[in-house]
């Protein structure tokens, strides 16, 4: 079904034809728009961003490209076309046709899930709201907005789940995700890496990189659900979500080359002198992965959880790329390793695979960490340095799980609470790193001009030119 964009809400689900549900979710509305302009992207309204905005679900363009002021963006709901006879690909009821209402017995677990991964999605738009002020370019500026929109349409996504299908509590719920705030100390987000706080380019970078990627793999295992419109809604999602893997990977691969180049040219890898220079040094850029790679592997879970089990066997949350993993898809008789502290050492044993199922996400996860972060350690070969960047061990800095007790090193070994301590600032940012960072944060809002900390992306948005306007507004520089 195409979207028609005559409706207050655009829409591919045939909005018009339920006249209780459109009239809630237009009720919904202001209270979205109020809270896009008290907590979305600080005095940004009357900017003129050129966005792309879905038009279709087809994988070959479904996306459009003109300005837009924000508060104007429509925020949509679109779901990836069904599946013609679509059959439930795990857990108890494998092989049976998906289901298009939620079962009564499985109403609240799939609730909680809904709600989870729909409080994330306003949160990092809260998280990001004061960066506009500081960008590195007007191309990294269109990014980020463009990051936020679609976060936005996110919220908008799991709302129309919750509206749809969970009567009272679901509206209920709805409210909820646009009264809870990142950081808030009475309502919090629900997850702990959504209450940090992103305040700066180098921690969004990092956290486009391995937070939206946390975000990539929880929706990529909803896709698989046996609850058609939730799957149907997060592969729509996933789309949109490559983008924000690419805004990441590539931030941190051009500040990357940007420190090389000056380590280059002075010929040294003295920290001080590169950054006098107004680069980040690469043991920095280490600190910075060692923290946000670490809060991101929290959000995967306790590695032995149960619910992640009832998850599974009840059919509501897949693996990733379920289909086309070769097993019983039951889970019954098989195992998974799994890591954790003993006596002093880091033991690995086999784990019943159905406890282990959050434990298997983060291990996909971390495979696409590992190669985003091979990209990264390619360019600084390629600059000729020896000093590769690297992902800490999965124990290192962990609050959730086995490890949240240990004192594992990014290096993997269980050292003391003292010596944890005594080295924790050569391993995570210190005051002194963010001051530092923050330090660089000076706007660049010249056309086609890119802040000194960063090099030029390789190519614009859309076939457009590097110099191009990306952001215009009422006092900013034109450029020709
Ligand atoms: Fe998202
Ligand atoms: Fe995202």
């Known amino acids: 079904m195409a979207i028609d964009y005559t409706e207050r809400i655009p829409n591919n689900v045939a909005l018009a034809e339920n006249r209780r549900l459109q009239r809630a979710l237009e009720s919904w509305q202001p209270n979205y728009l109020r809270w896009w302009d008290s907590c979305g992207p600080e005095g940004?309204?009357?900017?003129?961003?050129?966005?792309?905005?879905?038009?279709?679900?087809?994988?070959?363009?479904?996306?459009?490209?003109?300005?837009v002021k924000m508060p104007d963006y429509?925020?949509?709901?679109?779901?990836?076309?069904?599946?013609?006879?679509?059959?439930?690909?795990?857990?108890?009821?494998?092989?049976?046709p998906v289901w298009q209402e939620v079962p009564g017995e499985y109403r609240s677990l799939l609730r909680r899930l809904v709600v989870t991964q729909g409080d994330t999605e306003p949160a990092s738009v809260e998280q990001q709201r004061h960066l506009g002020h500081t960008c590195p370019s007007l191309y990294d500026l269109r990014n980020l907005f463009q990051i936020n929109v679609e976060e936005g349409r996110h919220l908008w996504a799991m709302v129309?789940?919750?509206?749809?299908?969970?009567?009272?509590?679901g509206r209920e719920e709805a409210e909820m995700m646009l009264e809870r705030h990142s950081g808030d100390a009475d309502k919090p987000r629900i997850l702990g890496a959504f209450n940090e706080q992103t305040p700066h380019w180098l921690s969004y970078f990092m956290f486009t990189f391995f937070t939206d990627r946390d975000g990539k793999y929880q929706l990529a295992s909803l896709a698989e659900s046996s609850f058609d419109p939730l799957a149907r809604t997060c592969q729509f999602m996933l789309t949109e979500e490559a983008h924000h893997m690419f805004v990441g990977e590539t931030g941190v691969m051009r500040i990357i080359q940007r420190t090389c180049e000056v380590m280059n040219a002075l010929k040294t890898d003295d920290p001080e002198r590169i950054r006098a220079a107004g680069a980040i040094d690469l043991p920095t850029l280490q600190r910075f992965i060692n923290f946000h790679y670490s809060v991101s592997l929290d959000l995967f879970g306790?590695?032995?959880?149960?619910?992640?089990?009832?998850?599974?066997?009840?059919?509501?949350?897949?693996?990733?790329?379920?289909?086309?993993?070769s097993d019983d898809h039951r889970l019954s008789e098989l195992t998974w390793p799994v890591q954790r502290p003993a006596d002093g050492s880091i033991v690995c044993e086999d784990v019943p695979a159905l406890?282990?199922?959050?434990?298997?996400?983060?291990?996909?996860?971390?495979?696409?960490?590992?190669?985003?972060?091979?990209?990264?350690?390619?360019?600084?070969?390629?600059?000729g340095i020896e000093s590769p960047l690297y992902l800490p061990h999965r124990g290192f800095h962990r609050q959730i799980g086995a490890f949240s007790d240990a004192h594992a090193s990014p290096r993997g070994e269980l050292v003391t609470a003292e010596e944890w301590q005594r080295q924790r600032d050569s391993w995570l940012p210190t005051e002194d790193d963010h001051a530092?960072?923050?330090?660089?944060?000076?706007?660049?809002?010249?056309?086609?001009?890119?802040?000194?900390?960063?090099?030029?992306?390789?190519?614009?948005?859309?076939?457009?030119?590097?110099?191009?306007?990306?952001?215009?507004?009422?006092?900013?520089?034109?450029?020709?």
Do not use: C
Not at 160 to 169: C, E, K, T, V
Not at 302 to 325: C, H, M, P, V, W
Not at 360 to 379: C, E, H, M, P, T
């Open 160 to 169: 129309y789940i919750l509206h749809a299908y969970f009567g009272r509590d």
């Open 436 to 480: 530092f960072v923050a330090s660089l944060m000076q706007p660049v809002t010249e056309p086609g001009v890119m802040a000194s900390w960063i090099a030029p992306p390789a190519r614009g948005i859309n076939n457009r030119p590097l110099d191009f306007p990306y952001v215009e507004w009422a006092d900013s520089p034109r450029g020709e």
């Open 355 to 383: 406890l282990a199922i959050n434990e298997r996400l983060r291990d996909d996860y971390i495979a696409d960490s590992q190669r985003g972060l091979d990209r990264w350690n390619k360019v600084i070969e390629r600059q």
């Open 44 to 67: 940004t309204q009357a900017y003129d961003v050129y966005l792309r905005t879905a038009i279709s679900v087809e994988s070959d363009g479904w996306a459009h490209f003109d300005y």
């Open 74 to 96: 429509r925020w949509g709901i679109f779901l990836a076309k069904p599946q013609e006879e679509r059959r439930i690909a795990f857990g108890d009821h494998l092989g049976e």
């Open 302 to 325: 306790q590695e032995r959880s149960t619910n992640a089990a009832d998850y599974f066997t009840t059919g509501l949350k897949g693996r990733y790329r379920e289909t086309r993993i």
